[in-house]
């Protein structure tokens, strides 16, 4: 994209600086800066965009040619163009779509026979036809990291109150705390295994899959008949020892951490049954057709993606916080931190030239009302601008506990309130008289002064139900892709990840003494002194 397109976007944004947001406000902004698909709305009134800001992002759209590389994902053309692969997660929800065809062949009856598979396999397990060595399964392990656990993670947790089937657990750190701690109460003859791992050879997830092969091996005469793999490589799933029959395979065009609606997804669909998994599945499809129908200003995930591109990269915000009302949403900041970081942080453009502007933010948040007790403070008062992203539903799932659903609604709404309204010097003078007076009444006031004029969004839905959790992570994936899209990135790839794995791999070795810490910097040889000589 002309790196003028850019440049206006950052005088915008410098012009937005001092315009107050509470001014902007009217009933007409309230409805036109809002965007209703699915059974979602979500409103970015509460920012500093004008029209022509909005008007100078809807044509950033053009210019990027969302439109063509959105067909083209959506085809199956290789857009991940640093691996050569295709990018078609959204065949794994495309129950209805008809073919998609790569390389002349459609992908669909693949996709959709090991769905079938899945869950004939989750049935058997559920309604304990599928046994363990001590009767039917009581407990499931996901042993998986990084794409391979937070998507599952999250949505077992968002989904509870649908869940009835047997208990998940999710292991993803190498720390071998975090296994001990799963396994220790488990019984094995009672539980199944499940290895999530798109490679089959990510270091934290084959170690933790050895090691619970080994704790089953102790009481389970044939413990490879009590796992389960989901995988791309089905030679190394079998060299593991995992029966064809209990490996559910997907392609490599399915990313990591978009992989939650197929095979990865297979301990959600065990906990929650075939009929709400397909729920979930059709509200993510519901936003697919959305996403590729709908006008940019109609459109949901373009316009989370502007507000997104608004802040960042118009008017400097380097970090943006996800803040769900919603305590079974609790993981949903952390999928969304590999979601949005992993797919846009990155510093250079498809073609390999540094980026004129800023990469995708920082991405953090915890749920509300927590949050308020915590980081809020510096929202509200610090020096740097946090645009939030709120998320509420209209209702509770706890029907004794509507009132506390009230006060949870009232809070999130009061936050975006402040956020915008701030407290004047004046204001609060007038809060303190009586208590104090002269200076001193300015010195405490001064301390109770809000700004204000900080930006927030607000997404509603009716309910956490299966359908709108679908809905609610594939807007997220758009959005991630259209802001990648103008951007001028591959949101496929992740290559930053890999120096790291490398060099631990030839830590290891020194920190077991094996090998001299010769090579290494006078600071990590230091370290690694220092902690064997603690016992490491
Ligand atoms: O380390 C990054 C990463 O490659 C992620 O992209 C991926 O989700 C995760 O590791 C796990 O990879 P795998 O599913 O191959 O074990």
Redesign the pocket.
């Known amino acids: 994209m002309d790196k003028s397109i850019w440049d206006d976007l950052a005088a915008m944004g410098r012009k937005a600086d001092g315009r107050s947001i509470r001014s902007l406000m009217s009933a007409e902004r309230a409805e036109d800066f809002a965007v209703e698909a699915c059974d979602m709305r979500f409103d970015y009134s509460k920012t500093s965009m004008d029209t022509a800001a909005r008007d100078h992002l809807i044509g950033m759209c053009e210019a990027a040619g969302l439109d063509d590389k959105r067909r083209a994902m959506f085809a199956g053309d290789p857009i991940n163009e640093t691996e050569g692969r295709a990018v078609l997660h959204t065949a794994l929800r495309n129950l209805d779509g008809g073919s998609i065809m790569i390389e002349e062949r459609d992908v669909m009856p693949k996709v959709l026979g090991t769905l079938a598979r899945m869950e004939g396999f989750a049935r058997s397990v559920r309604e304990g036809r599928f046994q363990g060595q001590g009767g039917t399964i009581t407990d499931v392990v996901n042993i998986?990291?990084?794409?391979?656990d937070l998507g599952p993670a999250m949505a077992v947790q968002a989904l509870s109150t649908y869940h009835d089937g047997p208990r998940c657990h999710f292991v993803s750190n190498v720390d071998g705390a975090h296994i001990a701690d799963i396994l220790g109460p488990l019984d094995p003859k009672r539980t199944l295994v499940i290895v999530a791992?798109?490679?089959f050879t990510?270091i934290e997830?084959m170690t933790n899959a050895a090691t619970a092969k080994a704790w089953m091996g102790q009481d389970v005469r044939d413990p490879a008949s009590q796992f389960v793999a989901l995988s791309t490589a089905q030679d190394k799933t079998s060299e593991f020892g995992i029966a064809e029959t209990r490996v559910f395979g997907f392609a490599d065009w399915v990313g990591?951490?978009y992989s939650m609606w197929g095979p990865i997804g297979l301990s959600l669909l065990i906990a929650i049954g075939p009929t709400a998994f397909r729920a979930f599945l059709r509200g993510a499809e519901a936003m697919d057709r959305h996403f590729q129908n709908a006008a940019p200003q109609e459109n949901m995930p373009v316009m989370l993606a502007l507000t997104g591109i608004w802040h960042n990269q118009g008017c400097g915000y380097a970090t943006r916080a996800v803040l769900p009302y919603e305590q079974r949403l609790a993981r949903l900041p952390a999928y969304l931190q590999q979601l949005e970081m992993?797919s846009n942080g990155k510093r250079v453009s498809m073609d390999g030239a540094d980026l004129p502007v800023e990469s995708g933010p920082i991405v953090w948040g915890e749920p509300g009302t927590n949050g308020q007790h915590a980081f809020y403070q510096l929202i509200h008062q610090g020096t740097r601008i946090v645009p939030c992203e709120f998320m509420v539903a209209a209702e509770g799932f706890e029907e004794e506990l509507q009132h506390q659903h009230r006060l949870l609604i009232a809070n999130c709404l009061a936050q975006a309130e402040a956020l915008m309204n701030g407290r004047s010097l004046d204001e609060a003078k007038a809060l303190l008289q009586g208590k104090f007076s002269g200076e001193e009444l300015e010195r405490q006031a001064r301390h109770r002064v809000f700004p204000g004029n900080r930006p927030s969004t607000i997404l509603l839905y009716p309910k956490l139900t299966p359908e709108v959790m679908g809905q609610i992570v594939a807007l997220y994936e758009h959005r991630v892709f259209v802001e990648g899209v103008i951007l001028g990135i591959n949101s496929f790839d992740?290559w930053g990840?890999e120096l790291g794995k490398e060099l631990a791999k030839a830590l290891e070795p020194i920190v077991a003494g094996e090998a001299s810490a010769g090579d290494k910097d006078a600071s990590t040889a230091s370290s690694i002194g220092w902690l064997q000589a603690r016992g490491a």
Do not use: A, D, F
């Open positions: 998986g990291i990084g794409g391979s791992s798109k490679t990510t997830t990591g951490r992993e992740q990840v």
